[in-house]
């Protein structure tokens, strides 16, 4: 492994090393507005929400590394304590991204990016109305966390009041991950959508009180085929489950009893594996009872 000592490389390279490895990050579309009443609108992936109750958001407007200035958002939140923080779809992406160049303060980024600002119902900025959530707040702290090019000045957002579009809930009336259709920021110019085939629920019972690897049989803990996230949702169990004997009438565990015997647990654990990856806990322990 590399050891990296953060004070002996220069700003810009230890920036990349900790966004390409820290992510994927939501992003706060931030929606400001001067004293003068000029809107400002830009995107921060240093961002997250950080408690319920009072809800609070937080996001940073980090010092520029090369002029070690600050930017309109900042100024805007110093001098009016608002904000509106607007999420960011795979519908408005690329206008996100046009928003990110630095035009000067007296430029509507609304207007360049082609994004309808909204009034607000507390708070003086303008929503955005393509975000599907938009999160009127009001800031509660700014706390500087250095002098230099690169630094942070992390905004503390109490939420005031939400904006939600419709479409973006599911029957049960909770957010659906592939309606809100989310965007997430990594490094350098690469995005992740947080939808389709890549969003799958993980059930873990925080209730119950799992085994833990540590218990686990020493053939299955010490499998060639199981990985480590497989050994975890075996180990989630309360107790290791007693045989059934049902998967014994099943076609693949029989053609693996059927092989040759120091190919047997092979053939079962890649079994088992694959009953894992499909979430079904249940009938991997079986299979690996037999």
């Known amino acids: ?21 820290i992510g994927p990050r939501p992003i706060c579309f931030a929606s400001t507005i001067s004293e003068a009443g000029q809107p400002n609108l830009a995107p921060y992936s240093f961002f997250n929400v950080f408690s319920s109750n009072p809800p609070t958001m937080i996001f940073s407007s980090n010092r520029r590394v090369r002029t070690n200035t600050t930017k309109d958002t900042l100024h805007n939140v110093e001098a009016t304590r608002e904000v509106v923080i607007n999420v960011v779809n795979h519908a408005i992406v690329h206008q996100m991204a046009l928003t990110s160049v630095e035009y000067p303060s007296d430029v509507d980024e609304f207007a360049k990016a082609g994004l309808t600002p909204i009034a ?32 942070g000045n992390l905004i503390i957002c109490e939420v005031v009041k939400i904006h939600m579009h419709e479409d973006i809930f599911d029957d049960f009336g909770k957010i659906d991950p592939h309606k809100i259709d989310l965007m997430g920021r990594l490094g350098r110019a690469f995005y992740c959508r947080a939808s389709g085939s890549n969003v799958y629920p993980i059930v873990q019972d925080v209730k119950t009180l799992g085994i833990g690897v540590e218990n686990l049989p020493e053939e299955i803990r010490t499998s060639r085929v199981l ?29 693996a009893l059927s092989s040759p015997s120091n190919k047997r647990s092979f053939h079962l654990h890649n079994y088992a594996k694959a009953l894992l990856e499909s979430g079904d806990v249940k009938r991997a322990w079986q299979v690996l009872l037999v």
């Open 1 to 21: 492994m590399q050891t990296i000592t953060p004070s002996e490389l220069p700003v810009p390279e230890l920036h990349q090393l900790l966004v390409g490895s």
């Open 227 to 255: 990985t480590g996230n497989n050994l975890a949702q075996l180990a989630s169990v309360a107790e290791i489950p007693v045989s059934d004997n049902s998967a014994r009438t099943d076609p693949r565990v029989i053609n």
């Open 120 to 151: 607000s119902d507390i708070v003086k900025p303008f929503r955005v109305k393509e975000s599907p959530v938009q999160y009127e707040c009001t800031v509660k702290e700014i706390l500087a966390l250095g002098e230099h090019g690169g630094a």
